[in-house]
C-alpha cells in the first residue's frame, strides 16, 4: 500500500501546495515523490516532535503537509505536538502510518500499531483513514485532497495485489459494500483485515454481508450512528486493541440513544505480546477469530 | 516608546490582580522585547510565535496597544466566557499561534520559515523563548534542523530571565554555556540586555546570512516592580491590594 500512496500523493500533488516530511524512513517507497518534488520533501531526522511540530508551521501557511512514518514513531512519539499544533489549530496535515496493527511483526511490540487509533480518534478534528484496499485508498486520497484537514492514514506494510481498479466514492462514517448477504446482519471492518474478515465469516457468519468503514473519528459519529441503526447485529473485526479501537467507538456511537443494533466486536486479545513472528503467525495467535 | 512600555506593565499588573493570575513575572520580563518587536520590526507579513504562552498577558497588552485587540476584549481578561486564554491562544486576533505547553513555539516555527525560505518568500519568522525552554528535546531538535536547513530568516530571542517555575535556572537544569552551545549548534548568536530599546532593536535588524540567528536577552523576571524582580514567587503569585497600588506607583515613577 505504501507504494501505491505515493504514487497517488504524486499524481495529486501537481499544484505547489503539498509537502512531505519524513523521519530518516520510508527507503524504496518516497523515491518517486523525491523524484519529481525534490524542494517539496524534507528528511525531519530522527525527531519526530520537531518533525510534527514542522509539519503545523508549515500547513499554517496555506499548504497540505503528509508526514509519512512508521505507526508507533508518528503518533504517540509526538502526541502533544499533534493534540496541540495540529488538532487544535485544525491545520491540513496527514499524518501517514506505515505497519497497521501487528504488521511490523517481527520488529517486536516497539514497532506493533495496537493502540494508535485509542490515540488519534481522541482528537476531535482528526479524521481516521483506514483503508482495506487500493480502491479505499484511492478513494481517500482524493477525499483528503478535496477536504484538506487533520487525518490520520493508517496504511498496511504490504503492498497489495493491483485489483481492478473501481471508483469509489468515500466520505466520514460511509460504509463500503465488499460481499451482499444479510440486509440486517452485518460484518463491518476498518483498516486491512479483509482477507481476515472473510475467512471468519466463512467459519461462523456465512449468510452476513460484509461492509468496511475506511473514514471514521469523532466527527463521523453522528453519520455512523445513522447508519448502525439500519442493521440488527453488526460484528466489528480490527487489528487493533479492542479498548479504544473501532468496535468501542462503534458502540460510543449509540451510548444513550435507544438504537438497538447488537455490536460484537472481533480485535488483537488486549495484552503487550511478548514473542515475534510474521503477520499473519501473530495475527493467527492474537487476532480476531 | 516609554509610554508603551509603561501601558503594557500597567495594565499587565492591573489585570494580573483582577485575574488572580499567575506568571506576572515571566510577563515583565519581555515588555521592551515585545514592544520594539510590534512597534519597530514585525512587517505586514512577518510571524511572530510566543513559545513561552504562558506570558499570554504580555502579548494581549502590546496587541491592545497596537489597536489589534480593544478595550473590552483586554479587559475580559480572567473572566468567564473571555478568549483571553491564559496561554495564548489564536483565536485572538493578532496571535499567530497557540502555545502553553513549552518547547512547541520553535519547530512550528522552523516548519514557517522552511516554508517561506523554499518559496523563495521574503517574511522573517520571530520566536521568543523562555530560558525554561532550554530543557525541552525539541529546542534543540529544532535548532539542529534550523541550522542544517540555513534558515536566515528566523530569529529566536531567548527571555534569560535566570529563573524558571521553581527556582534559579542555575539550580534546576544548569544550561551554560548557552551562548557557546547555540553557536556549536551553527546559530549567530548575540547576547543583549532584553531591557535595553536600542540593544533590541539592534540586534533585531542586524543583517543574517546563511544562519538561524538567536538573541539571547539577559532579563529581569519581573522587571519594573521591585519587589517582584528576581524572586521566583511571581511566577505564580498574584498581587494583592497593597502590592497592586505600590507597583502602580513603581511603575509610574520608573517609566515616567
Known amino acids: 500500500m505504501r507504494k501505491l500512496f505515493i504514487k497517488q500523493l504524486v499524481q495529486n500533488s501537481n499544484k505547489k501546495k503539498n509537502y512531505l516530511l519524513i523521519n530518516d524512513l520510508g527507503y524504496n ?17 530522527v525527531s519526530e516532535q520537531n518533525m510534527m511540530g514542522m509539519a503545523a508551521g508549515i500547513a499554517s501557511e496555506k499548504c497540505n503537509v503528509f508526514v509519512y512514518s512508521i505507526a508507533n514513531f508518528s503518533t504517540f512519539r509526538c502526541a502533544e505536538q499533534i493534540r496541540n499544533d495540529i488538532d487544535y489549530h485544525k491545520l491540513p496535515v496527514t499524518i501517514v502510518s506505515v505497519g497497521s496493527g501487528v504488521g511490523y511483526g517481527n520488529l517486536g511490540y516497539t514497532h506493533h500499531a495496537l493502540q494508535d487509533y485509542a490515540l488519534m480518534r481522541s482528537f476531535p478534528n482528526m479524521l481516521i483513514l483506514s483503508p482495506g484496499d487500493n480502491n ?56 486491512c483485515v479483509q482477507n481476515l474478515a472473510k475467512n471468519i465469516r466463512l467459519k461462523k457468519y456465512k449468510d452476513y454481508s460484509l461492509y468496511s468503514m475506511p473514514i471514521w473519528g469523532m466527527l ?8 448502525i441503526k439500519k442493521f440488527d447485529e453488526i460484528i466489528t473485526i480490527e487489528d487493533h486493541f479492542y479498548d479504544g479501537g473501532f468496535g468501542s467507538w462503534l458502540k460510543e456511537c449509540i451510548n444513550y440513544t435507544n438504537i438497538k443494533t447488537k455490536i460484537k466486536s472481533k480485535y488483537i486479545r488486549s495484552e503487550i505480546i511478548n514473542e515475534v513472528g510474521s503477520k499473519e503467525y501473530l495475527l493467527k495467535k492474537y487476532g480476531p477469530k | 516608546m516609554n509610554k508603551i512600555i509603561r501601558n503594557i506593565r500597567t495594565n499587565i499588573l492591573n489585570l494580573t490582580y483582577k485575574a488572580k493570575s499567575s506568571h506576572i513575572g515571566s510577563c515583565l520580563s519581555i515588555v521592551e522585547i515585545l514592544a520594539v518587536l510590534y512597534t519597530r520590526i514585525l512587517k505586514k507579513n512577518d510571524r511572530f510565535i510566543l513559545s513561552k504562552g504562558h506570558a499570554a498577558l504580555a502579548l494581549y497588552c ?28 489564536h483565536k485572538v486576533n493578532g496571535v499567530e499561534f497557540s502555545t502553553g505547553s513549552l518547547g512547541h513555539g520553535l519547530p512550528v516555527a522552523v516548519g514557517k520559515a522552511l516554508k517561506f525560505k523554499m518559496n523563495k518568500e521574503k517574511n522573517k519568522v520571530f520566536a521568543l523563548l523562555s530560558d525554561g525552554e532550554m530543557n525541552e528535546g525539541t529546542t ?13 530568516n528566523l530569529t529566536i530571542i531567548i527571555d534569560y530571565n535566570k529563573i524558571q517555575s521553581m527556582d534559579f535556572v542555575h539550580n534546576v537544569i544548569n544550561i551554560e554555556p548557552l551562548k557557546t552551545k ?38 529581569i523576571k519581573g522587571k519594573g516592580i521591585s519587589f517582584m524582580e528576581n524572586n521566583n514567587l511571581w511566577h505564580y503569585k498574584n498581587p494583592d491590594i497593597k502590592e497592586l497600588n505600590t507597583g502602580l506607583n513603581e511603575i509610574k515613577n520608573r517609566y515616567a
Open chain 1, 29 to 45: 517507497v518516497i523515491e518517486p515523490f523525491k523524484k519529481k518534488f525534490p524542494d517539496r520533501i524534507f528528511n525531519a531526522g
Open chain 1, 136 to 191: 479505499e485508498l484511492i478513494g481517500l486520497l482524493d477525499y483528503i485532497k478535496k477536504n484538506p484537514q487533520p487525518s490520520y492514514l493508517r496504511l498496511d506494510k504490504n503492498e497489495h495485489e493491483e485489483i481492478k481498479f473501481k471508483k469509489i466514492t468515500v466520505s466520514p462514517g460511509k460504509i463500503v459494500k465488499l460481499i451482499n448477504g444479510n440486509k440486517k446482519k452485518i460484518i463491518l471492518i476498518t483498516g
Open chain 1, 220 to 227: 463521523a459519529k453522528s453519520k455512523a450512528k445513522s447508519i
Open chain 2, 62 to 89: 502590546t496587541l491592545f496597544e497596537k489597536k489589534l485587540i480593544s478595550s473590552k476584549i483586554l479587559n475580559s481578561f480572567g473572566s468567564n466566557k473571555t478568549i483571553l486564554m491564559n496561554h495564548v491562544s
Open chain 2, 140 to 152: 534543540w531538535e529544532s535548532l539542529l534542523f534550523a541550522s542544517h536547513h540555513k534558515l536566515d
Open chain 2, 182 to 219: 547555540l553557536l556549536s549548534f551553527g546559530c549567530n548568536v548575540y547576547e543583549i540586555n532584553g531591557h535595553n530599546i536600542l540593544a533590541i532593536s539592534r540586534s533585531l535588524t542586524r543583517k543574517n546570512k546563511n544562519k538561524p540567528k538567536i538573541i539571547i536577552a539577559n532579563t
